[in-house]
């Protein structure tokens, strides 16, 4: 009986442990998403350009991990009208973006996002189309200004069926 009463302690030790270890490194990474979202809140304060789009810059963490939000100002789009060709401004914030967050371990998501305007002018191009070429041109800006491949882990095209969320 001794036997086995000290086999099922060691095994219930070992099982302890590995939890441990699972909850030490989401911890860690939380940690981790917590130092970046903090380095790439200072780096809008400091970086002229990144200063310049502030007013357009939301980060916060989701269940997921750090979210960065560019939206579309009046007068300032991050597009041109119903299509997918970033705007020069728009080209040079990713470039900046990309300074701040292609050293982490992390990968990272594109999504692209329309409005709820409906396009009649290409049969068969929906804003589905055009938010999924929208976060194509972002992901080929990012890859440019030298974001490694493969921190790339998804692009998609949620057309309006995620409305914008400030929360």
């Keep these: 009986g001794t036997t086995d009463n000290s ?5 219930e030790n070992v099982q302890i442990e590995q939890q441990s270890l699972e909850e ?4 860690e990474e939380l940690l981790g998403m917590e130092y970046l979202m903090e380095t790439m809140k200072e780096a809008i304060e400091s ?23 560019i939206v579309d100002k009046e007068g300032r789009p991050m597009f041109e009208r119903g299509g997918a060709r970033l705007q020069p401004d728009t080209r ?14 992390n990968r990272i998501s ?12 290409i049969r068969g191009y ?15 800006e990012l890859l440019a200004a030298g ?21």
Excluded: C
């Design 92 to 105: 040079e914030l990713l470039a900046e973006i990309v300074k701040v967050i292609r050293d982490v371990p």
């Design 47 to 69: 970086n002229e350009i990144l200063k310049d789009f502030k007013d357009q810059l939301i980060v916060d963490m989701t269940s997921e991990g750090l979210r960065i939000q």
């Design 126 to 140: 929906t804003n589905w189309e055009l938010s999924a070429d929208r976060a194509n041109a972002a992901r080929r």
């Design 24 to 27: 030490l490194q989401a911890e």
């Design 7 to 11: 086999q099922q302690s060691k095994a």
């Design 147 to 167: 974001m490694p491949a493969e921190k790339l882990a998804r692009v998609v095209g949620l057309a309006s069926s995620v409305l914008f969320d400030t929360k």
């Design 110 to 121: 594109i999504a692209g996002h329309t409005d709820a305007h409906e396009y009649a002018n």
